[in-house]
């Protein structure tokens, strides 16, 4: 079975603080996602990964950025996190085909 | 510009009866589509897939149809289970952009007992 983990479940950070999320995916994918899920606004992508140090951004990169220097790991970074970025975010793998295998999410509040 | 639109927020049905949640989309070039379920604070996971060659897709008790002319797909859900209450999503891939997907906004099913 695929293996997606994400660093933390739950997190609470203070506007302007950076924030680093992890993404680690066990099944050697290519592919990798960034998204944020929002009530009403379904999952946005944000970033994705289609191999080491390999980036495209998404529909909603602003006030982020990413980091694949490994093919296994994908992180997310809030350079300067802001309270409208108070969202559950999800990563993603995937190899090749259609299919996408998602990690728990992490919620993220920030203050 | 919403691609891959989801109607109906919600849906509510009764235990054994069947659920039909819909999905249209707007681009001509989806030629994969997927749906997803999501339970609260999980990430979604992998449901049931249609390729634009079919119209049919089968797995147990889930049934995705596919209309290409309506640009329509639906997922039949026979018989609902209170356990099948979960956030829907439709997704859509387009050939050749490394399959990135792009997703509804997803429907709320509640199975009740």
């Known amino acids: 079975d695929v293996k997606v983990t994400q660093s933390s479940r739950y997190l609470v950070k203070r506007t302007g603080e950076k924030v680093f999320l992890e993404c680690v995916q066990d099944?050697?994918?290519?592919?990798m996602f960034w998204y944020r899920q929002d009530p009403g606004l379904g999952l946005r992508l944000i970033y994705f990964?289609?191999?080491?140090?390999?980036?495209e951004k998404g529909d909603i990169p602003e006030g982020y950025s990413v980091s694949r220097e490994k093919k296994e790991r994908f992180s997310l970074i809030l350079e300067s996190a802001s309270t409208n970025q108070t969202s559950m975010y999800l990563c993603?793998?995937?190899?090749?085909?259609?299919?996408?295998?998602f990690g728990p999410g992490t919620r993220l509040l920030v203050l | 510009d919403q691609q891959v639109k989801q109607n109906s927020p919600s849906l509510s049905v009764q235990e054994g009866r069947i659920s039909i949640l819909n999905c249209d989309y707007t681009n001509s070039m989806f030629d994969y589509f997927l749906w997803y379920k999501k339970y609260p604070a999980e990430g979604p996971t992998f449901l049931i897939s249609i390729s634009s060659i079919k119209d049919k897709n089968e797995d147990g008790r889930f049934t995705v149809f596919l209309n290409k002319s309506a640009k329509h797909l639906s997922l039949h859900i026979v018989p609902s289970q209170p356990g099948d209450s979960a956030v829907y999503f439709c997704?859509?891939?387009?050939?050749?952009?490394?399959?990135?997907?792009?997703f509804g906004k997803g429907t709320l099913l509640t199975v009740n007992p």
């Open positions: 993603a793998s995937q190899q090749g085909v259609e299919t996408q295998y």
């Open positions: 997704a859509a891939a387009l050939k050749g952009s490394n399959y990135k997907l792009t």
């Open positions: 990964s289609y191999d080491v140090k390999m980036k």
């Open positions: 099944m050697d994918h290519e592919n």
